[in-house]
């Protein structure tokens, strides 16, 4: 349980507005804390590789209705035959953000009441078209970075976080203190909240509002994990469970705030159960992460299959 | 232009049956020449990383309408308010076959009159609901090996391949030979034709059928390709043009054949241009090859953002 | 409460067996019971109308997501300059089966095991590219007929039908006497069970089954209906709740095995409420009913707007 | 050929600006010239039915690619078992406006630079949720009026409408004293042109343009039609050929101007070949006509299959 006193509601303003980034790398940069990610940096990931072991961090696309997926993911298939043979053709279409798809979030997302990522105005950048500022296609070459786990259930030596005890900044801390991690600028960190053994263990309670609207209540990252990514300047956030609800301050978002406020690439909805079991196995807790979001101009993210190799 | 006499049709006819992979990693395997992909392997690709370039092989998600973009993907974005902020969310959806987009073929996507890979039977495996054998999520830890650019129009000296002129396997054999390239197994080749620049010089002539149906002609790759990628065993084919067509011989599909007849990843429509130029500031005609497609249960291959690292 | 003895089993499999309708309109025939609306049949129906009053029969158009409504429809927007001016234009996305949308079913959409209407097989004509017997495109002059309406809420002195109490055919048979209508041939009856009612009754209960999968319960129309439909030679059902489930029989369908057995259409989800207040403000119990399905080629059915005149 | 001379720019900005019925059905009206479909003028309309004839005027809902069809409608199918039975269900997706689906355009759907119906500001009620004034649920009572046949190319002797000679409001006018026919208020007409010929006879010729962008040309009904449409107080206006390209004057839209200036209802893409035989077969220019739209909260407009009756 905490034994830290929570933020005031005016550290809490000061996490998103004091120490944001905006223009650190320069006016218009649409690039955020993935600019941390350096060709050398992209390098340095690939040279963690050892056992060529590789681990998907993606669920499956979520084509099946559900309380957690409101709006199912569309996969429709035909064949047509091709002189004395054939092919089978599909469609996928989805609608990516909630709780169902592993996606990436791209920084044209999220804003609050000043606005997104470097100041700009979300009535002016999005529009029918698509985004026209921050959108996922200045990602195009790719997240590759370090990735390191950070494995909230294995530290707490539980099989998940809950709903009382929201993982807080100061864990993190903890976490990197125990494991003798030292977090570098641009790393990408997976933290771990154990989503799936809490579904298992509570079958009944969506993670999602599973039909929009209504009071919102779920286990996850509290928004005194803001502070974190920003002192260790992390590029990356891979998480399974996402903002702690309720939020517990009058701000439009939390941990979420991460994106229009430092610029950090936000990965949804993670699946994290099979790379903290490859890192017990292997005995490592960091890999090379890479994340290929779709090159779509204008688009506000990607789903993607992130992959973890060892 | 070609300096040795084509293929009789008995020989091409033995490259789809005799030499076909059927049964070499199991009755029911469903991973196909991708099983060549060893973990060593993996981990030598990630260590051919030395500057951490990286380079996106796709092109735009193919939102516009155009002569060879017949369906085109959809892309729709939506607002809501949030607090006193907000976020945007967008659905993309595509039918991805065709020459628009960047993607991966899974091992169901194709197969002739003797049936899918491993001899399966498409009338059974392909069903509304998906496919049940040799669907993407076989492959849902991604293709990391190491990938090989064979530049053909560098090689000729010509700034595209043409319709008169199709890249022969004998000709991929020469590039090798000059470039000093020794290829291995689960290798990745990068086959650049020069796409862009043709189709450029051909701004009225649509590389596919830009309304289905009817005859259909555009440069590509011939049917003697396929026994290169058999004799080295290569893994996955990146390609730019696609089968020359016509095939000129009667066979449902030429190199496309690869997939069911060799288990082989073809990822159609890359973006190789940029790639090729990488090579040649780079120096270097390999890299590590990254290809992480949608985890979709039942898909028949997925749109991709396939990366490059140097 | 019922009073009269639920069929046995061997009436309900007389009902869909001995007296189906297959090879009553020629054995190719993919009209059905459609073909009992003869064009002196559609100018009655016109005769009708004296107020000129209009009621849609529609509920909205399904966007939210919600317990009854699994797959959201998709309506996505954009604008676009057109000179000094613009426009507006949208897509419209829906999977219409299902209890969340106005919509036809055509003859193509249920079988049991002895096949689809006229004796069919669903294996064959039902491909990737729609169906190919049956299909809604063989009702795209409209189903134009006399509508009566079958009011069971003010038969029963009720707000809605019931679980414990379903619609029997002899009621529906008590109501015509009751309300001293006769019905003719290529009627389209339309049955009002207080849906919206029950629905406010139960407002934690969804009419189908949110998510998919397991058992089904809810109230609605007794498979003794079926009779009733064929000794009236109905045309047309249009109805707010569908068939009771459990069915109580060992079917695949019940009343919805009017498609196959009897080839009438069936009108599913319709919204009554407007239309039993209409009737009772009008003084009347029939009416001209317009059903003016979307001409999709292979197409199982069709979301409509069907419109009572007055 | 023309023999009266072209409307002056001032002209052609009096029927857009002078002659508008802003305000006519109060300044919050959502239902425009519909208004003039009153409930007596929907029972007259049901009385024009003499032999029940039912014809469609819609194409069919247009799936495949094709150089007027940049975006096709999807259709895809799945099937289901269900007991020892099953069904098939399918998915419908369309955005209609352009040149390949008959639809109807609300009167959201199009503005000059003085706004939207009525006056309204687009860029304040079309919304990334729908449109907030003038969308297409207000008319979910459906259009129910006479409708009138206008056959220009009976008039003409000619197989259809030709680019050197566009449909003028003065020819229509011609027809109604030929054809000896008194439009009333509320009418809906029907101008047919032959588009179904044209075509045939310009095979290579698209109706529309094939992949969006450039000049456009195009057979069809002058600006000069407009003052027509207002003199007779047309509610409906259902064409085959829409708007004559170039326009020729300095104007954002031309006959399409009649939805926001006038409040008109317009059925683009109607298959009038059909209906124009029925007229000469049933010895009649007027009969029963029914629009009846999806009721879709806030679109722009809706695929339709209207219905006309003899």
Not at 9 to 30: F, H, K
Not at 143 to 148: D, F, K, N, P, S
Not at 249 to 268: E, P, Q, R, S
């Amino acid at each position: 349980m905490p034994d830290r006193p929570l933020p005031t509601p005016e550290e809490v303003q000061s996490y998103l507005r004091d120490r944001r980034n905006w223009g650190r790398w320069g006016p218009d940069d649409q690039v955020g804390a993935v600019n941390l990610i350096t060709p050398a940096k992209r390098a340095a990931a690939a040279h963690l590789v050892k056992t060529g072991r590789s681990v998907s961090l993606s669920r499956d696309f979520p084509k099946e209705p559900g309380p957690n997926n409101a709006f199912p993911a569309q996969h429709w298939i035909r064949t047509a035959p091709r002189g004395r043979g054939g092919f089978a053709a599909d469609y996928y279409g989805i609608f990516y953000h909630g709780v169902a798809s592993t996606h990436l979030d791209a920084l044209c997302h999220t804003w609050d009441e000043h606005g997104m990522w470097n100041g700009r105005d979300p009535r002016r950048e999005i529009t029918f078209d698509g985004a026209t500022f921050g959108s996922v296609e200045h990602w195009s070459t790719g997240l590759v970075t370090r990735g390191v786990l950070l494995d909230v259930p294995r530290h707490r030596g539980e099989p998940h976080v809950t709903q009382e005890w929201p993982v807080h900044g100061w864990e993190l801390e903890d976490i990197l203190a125990a494991r003798r991690i030292t977090l570098e600028p641009g790393d990408a960190i997976c933290v771990y909240s154990g989503r799936e053994a809490w579904q298992a263990a509570h079958p009944d309670t969506p993670y999602g509002r599973p039909f929009g609207g209504g009071p919102s209540v779920r286990p996850g990252l509290h928004v005194s994990c803001l502070p974190f990514l920003r002192d260790h300047d992390v590029a990356v956030l891979a998480w399974d469970m996402l903002d702690h609800l309720p939020i517990g301050y009058d701000i439009a978002w939390a941990v979420h705030g991460a994106i229009f406020a430092y610029g950090v690439a936000l990965l949804d909805n993670a699946l994290l159960e099979p790379l903290a079991r490859a890192c017990v196995e292997e005995g490592r807790d960091e890999f090379m992460l890479i994340i290929a979001p779709l090159k779509v101009p204008g688009g506000t993210g990607s789903p993607a299959n992130p992959l973890a190799l060892f």
